[in-house]
């Protein structure tokens, strides 16, 4: 996982950087995405906020959970992009904080998705138990064990800098990016080293739990093609959020092929890794979803007509979900 930016890792890398007109578009292009991403999911989480339904829901806790965490993951990568190309070098102390909350959001992602295809697995497979195992407390204490565990694989990074850096080195100027500022071969060898685990961990959560999910769908239902598709688009966003654990590697590989495209192959694997799954989540987990999707248009579209917002809701939202047919998020 490397946040450095273009323009940036190139100057310090000694490669040539980008030209003032190419800066400049690169910007514009990240922030519009930024902002528009942060526009849909802000509707997401105020549609979530305005109705009971969904606050007392472990399934829409858990997503509205992953949208204000991407929310947050892709505002600061991206400040943190601009800041490479207006500023180049920010004093590190300021840099640690925004590196650290920028990691741990970029590492929740595929944490929470693992949990959401946990519960979406209970409901399906173990639907009369759903109500005892799948609680708001147990729900939330989740959440708080998702940050734990990110916490947990960047902190030792901040010890390994504390213990072999000088105090003069977090008062000064550097170009604020993980590689640049975590330089220890500690912190390198520990990043792979928990990168692999954690992938391999998610991975096998997620394939036991579609593949369960998918056999279930398969017996109970004749609506097969529909649940099939709905695990095909959560494979692929898993799928892209996990980009993040080989992005290193993948880019040094490009690198080495295609050498004098340095520029570009960063930028679009800052754009792939870091913007695109927070396209996707809203539009997979969220806008997919027929009963939040009745809701979030009237916010997403201005509209101030009451005639889409029922008073009362029927208890049907509310029930563990019984068959594939219901399989929505």
């Known amino acids: 996982m490397n946040f450095s930016s273009i323009n940036g890792s190139s100057a310090i890398s000694g490669y040539q950087r980008d030209t003032f007109t190419s800066a400049v578009t690169k910007n514009v292009i990240v922030t519009a995405l930024c902002i528009s ?20 829901n472990p399934r ?34 300021l840099c640690l904080v925004l590196l650290i909350i920028t990691i741990m959001t970029t590492l929740n992602t595929p944490l929470n998705l693992a949990g959401m295809a946990v519960e979406c ?22 959440i708080v064990l998702i940050w734990v565990a990110s916490a947990a694989s960047i902190l030792p990074d901040l010890f390994i800098l504390l213990a072999t850096e000088p105090l003069q ?18 912190s390198l060898k520990k990043r792979d080293a928990s990168h692999i685990v954690c992938l391999a961990l998610v991975w096998l959560v997620l394939l036991y739990a579609y593949f ?29 959020c996990m980009l993040i654990y080989v992005r290193p590697m993948f880019e040094q590989g490009l690198v080495l092929i295609l050498p004098n495209e340095f520029l570009a192959i960063r930028f679009a694997c800052y754009v792939i890794v870091q913007i695109l799954p927070r396209f996707v989540s809203p539009v997979v987990y969220g806008l997919r979803d027929q009963t939040f999707r009745r809701y979030v248009r009237r916010y997403l579209l201005c509209k101030v007509s009451t005639s889409t917002h029922p008073k009362t809701v029927t208890g049907s939202h509310m029930r563990p979900v019984q068959n594939t047919a219901e399989f929505e998020m």
Do not use: W
């Open 37 to 56: 991403i942060n526009y849909i999911n802000g509707t997401l989480v105020h549609t979530f906020r305005k109705h009971q339904m969904f606050t007392s």
């Open 60 to 93: 829409y806790i858990l997503f509205i959970h992953l949208v204000i965490n991407d929310m947050m993951q892709l505002l600061l990568s991206t400040l943190l992009h601009i800041i490479s190309y207006a500023l180049h070098r920010i004093n590190v102390s």
């Open 121 to 142: 697995y209970i409901a399906i497979c173990i639907p009369l138990r759903h109500r005892q195992i799948c609680t708001i407390r147990r729900t939330y204490i989740l």
């Open 169 to 186: 080195f977090f008062h000064s100027r550097h170009f604020c990016a993980r590689d640049f500022v975590f330089r220890s071969n500690y």
């Open 212 to 240: 369960r999910i998918l056999f279930a769908a398969k017996e109970a239902t004749a609506d097969f093609r529909k649940a099939r598709n709905t695990i095909l688009l959560h494979g692929f966003q898993l799928l892209l």
